[in-house]
């Protein structure tokens, strides 16, 4: 069968443009992952930077206490460089977080919540987020965080504060996950969390 003439330029445009949202597909989530590990890379530098400048702190080392907090600056900078990114990226392509703080909240459910569990759980009960034990638990409440809303509501930066003031041993604690397993609880979506969960590493992505 023969194809008109004037359908060829239209199959080729047709073509041309399916392959290139595809490749700017490709392109855009390359990009935001490339992000997502260079900020990954400086959080751990942040944080093992934040235990160096702990242990300085305890030695009173002055001299060294200042040079690491001039690296330390440096590196949240950085950080917040990449975040910004990450940010703008988001928002010129339509990329979402994990979760959406602006969804209903489900009011607590305890029996939907031991079914998926199979075991009690309590309202508020921090040790649902995977990663927190009775120790971190009790230090979130001295500092006033006792709800899954309070704990959904703490950034990154202000859990690792806790930790690192508690004392070395609970530095090695990463709790980039805990707001957002927080927020599940707080929402009721117990299937979904537990669902995250089993493929999460000691509360770890």
């Known amino acids: 069968m023969n194809i008109p003439c004037f359908f060829i330029p239209i199959l080729v445009g047709l073509i041309s443009a399916i392959l290139g949202y595809l490749l700017g597909k490709m392109t855009t989530e390359g990009n935001?992952?490339?992000?997502?590990?260079?900020?990954?890379?400086?959080?751990d530098e942040n944080?093992?930077?934040?235990?160096?400048?702990?242990?300085?702190?305890?030695?009173?080392?002055?001299?060294?206490?200042?040079?690491?907090?001039?690296?330390?600056?440096?590196?949240?900078s950085k950080n917040n460089t990449l975040q910004a990114e990450i940010d703008d990226l988001k928002s010129k392509h339509?990329?979402?977080?994990?979760?959406?703080?602006?969804?209903?909240?489900?009011?607590?459910?305890a029996e939907l919540a031991?079914?998926?569990?199979?075991?009690?759980?309590?309202?508020?009960?921090?040790?649902?987020?995977?990663?927190?034990?009775?120790?971190?638990?009790?230090l979130y409440h001295k500092a006033g965080i006792k709800t899954w809303k309070e704990l959904s509501e703490t950034s990154v930066e202000k859990s690792k504060e806790i930790l690192i003031e508690a004392g070395e041993i609970y530095i090695i604690h990463n709790p980039s996950t805990w707001a957002k397993q927080a927020l599940l609880a707080y929402q009721g979506k117990w299937q979904e969390l537990k669902?995250?969960?089993?493929?999460?590493?000691?509360g770890k992505e």
């Open 32 to 43: 935001h992952l490339n992000l997502k590990s260079k900020l990954k890379a400086s959080e």
């Open 47 to 76: 944080e093992r930077l934040n235990y160096q400048l702990y242990l300085l702190q305890k030695e009173n080392s002055a001299d060294k206490t200042n040079n690491l907090q001039i690296e330390l600056n440096e590196c949240m």
């Open 94 to 109: 339509s990329i979402h977080s994990f979760v959406s703080p602006t969804e209903e909240i489900i009011p607590f459910n």
């Open 114 to 138: 031991s079914s998926v569990y199979r075991k009690k759980i309590k309202q508020d009960d921090l040790k649902i987020v995977e990663g927190i034990g009775p120790k971190i638990e009790e």
């Open 195 to 202: 669902d995250w969960q089993d493929d999460l590493n000691a």
